[in-house]
């Protein structure tokens, strides 16, 4: 799906919800980037003030040589291999780099800095599987420069001055990209085994665990790299295995000769294990055709160059290359509409304006153009037990996952209620999907009006205050609410209010899908 004004039907927006719909506006590489920029700035300030002891000249040098050469030889090998760069993965690779190196003046510390930024960009060309990057490339950019001699990954941004920021700045980068579960997995297992030797040593619990968090990279390496999405098992069930293992190789020492145990190996030996386990590489995609779904809405087709696998439900990022991005980037994630094994992939997308620039790219292609399907993956997937009920609960376009559904076959058999708010009549897409599923739909509209011909209408249950759909109104809907999986989808807020809603109603189980702006 893609960012919508959802109908008004939910509870009064949860600070959860203002907090999505704000990060929101920023994709998920922007944020990162912003994030990683304020650091910059804070810890420069930090040398200002006396907490850190690198110099000020040592330490803007540094950043413009980061910063600097990542964007250089990306452009440079872009052009070489005719492929559009990414300006803003170029930025964050340059920052992360900034903060694993010890910023000198030094001639070989500065040369092997520089090596690293060249590596790094070259390892997203070279170590490259159908134009996806394997590994992270500060990681093995730092790595590869480590076996040179030329200069160490010292990971300085483990600093305790740094928390002040780091902290807040790696929750929202979590939070964003909603990753905490994984994050939590990770460090969970890296504080408590490097806690463990601490306490061998003869250290106190809490001074171990003290060390553990601000001394050693925990916090930035589980913010900043390992979560990183393009590097990342398309399912959260091996992303979890993924944390834990590589947890327990960032923090148990290890030593297999020419290689020792450190943050860049233990992540790199992660993104093997993930790219093994993932969708491997990205797809071409050659552009079909559209049609219309309500007068703000559009279904787009594409023919893939390979067969995509995915889980109706799942989601697909595009790369939709701009002259002009604007402040969400290049890149956009859009919820699969069709069944696995058709031969076209779809997308529905609300093309009413204001436009972002990577849909006003979108809006714009001509059949037989091509765009890049860079990764495939989410979990907002329906049970494998036929037996468990489930009710489907859509926020306007937020409907796209659950067409998915319908048109795999995956509700047939199944005890399911769908639930659609929509603003108005006009505005209820996949109507005639809805009204042949065979599925029991019920259309909440946030002006009142009657649904199209062939659904029912959920207004005579009654709803909240100001046409605010809430728990009361839902159990009247659903008495059975309690016995059954809930699915939730559409806008951050939407999606918030409306979980909220759902457990107020007595559901046990709630899953969200809510649009990340990847």
Known sequence: MSPVDTPQTGPAPTLAGRIGTISGRLTMYRMILVVLAALAAYSVLLDVLGWLTFGVPEMLAHL?????????????????????????SSLITGLLLYFLFWPSLQPMDVAGVALACVLASASKYALAWRGRHIFNPAAAGAFATGLTGLNIATWWAATPAMLWLLVPGVLLVLHRTRKLLMAAVFTAVATTVITAELLRSGMTAGMGLWQALAQRPVLFF????????????????????????????????????????????????????????????????????????????????????????????????????????????????????????????????????????????????????????????????????????VLLIAAGIGITPFVSYLASGGLRGRDAVLLLLARSAGEVAYGDELRDSGVRVLVLMADGSTPPS???????????????????????????????????????????????AARKAGARRVRTDSFAGY
Request: proline share 9%; aromatic share 6%; net charge positive.
């Open 64 to 88: 413009v040589l980061c910063l600097g050469l990542t964007w250089a030889t990306n452009r440079a090998l872009a052009a070489l291999f005719r492929v559009n760069p990414h300006t803003e």
């Open 222 to 389: 589980v913010g900043f790299m390992l979560t990183e999405p393009l590097t990342l098992p398309p399912r959260r069930r091996h992303q979890l295995a993924l944390a834990a293992v590589v947890g327990v190789l960032f923090a148990v020492p290890w030593n297999l000769g020419v290689v020792a145990n450190s943050p860049e190996a233990a992540l790199l030996a992660g993104n093997l294990l993930a790219f093994l386990a993932g969708q491997r590489g990205a797809v071409k995609l050659r552009f079909a055709g559209t049609r219309p779904l309500t007068p703000t809405t559009a279904e787009f087709s594409f023919e893939p160059a390979r067969p995509v696998r995915f889980l109706p439900g799942q989601y697909m990022e595009l790369d939709l290359p701009q002259a002009r991005p604007d402040g969400k980037g290049r890149r956009r994630v859009f919820s699969l509409t069709g069944s696995p094994g058709q031969p076209l992939v779809t997308f529905g997308v609300r093309t009413a304006g204001p436009v972002s620039a990577a849909k006003a790219a979108l809006l714009a292609l001509r059949p037989g153009e091509e765009v890049t399907a860079t990764a495939v993956g989410g979990d907002f997937v329906l049970p494998r037990d036929t037996r468990r009920p």
């Open 454 to 500: 062939g659904l029912a209408s959920a207004a005579g249950a009654g709803s909240g205050a100001s046409g605010r759909l809430n728990g009361q109104a839902l159990a009247a809907m659903v008495p059975d609410i309690a016995g059954r999986d809930v699915y939730v989808s559409g806008s951050p807020a939407s999606v918030a209010s409306l979980r909220r």
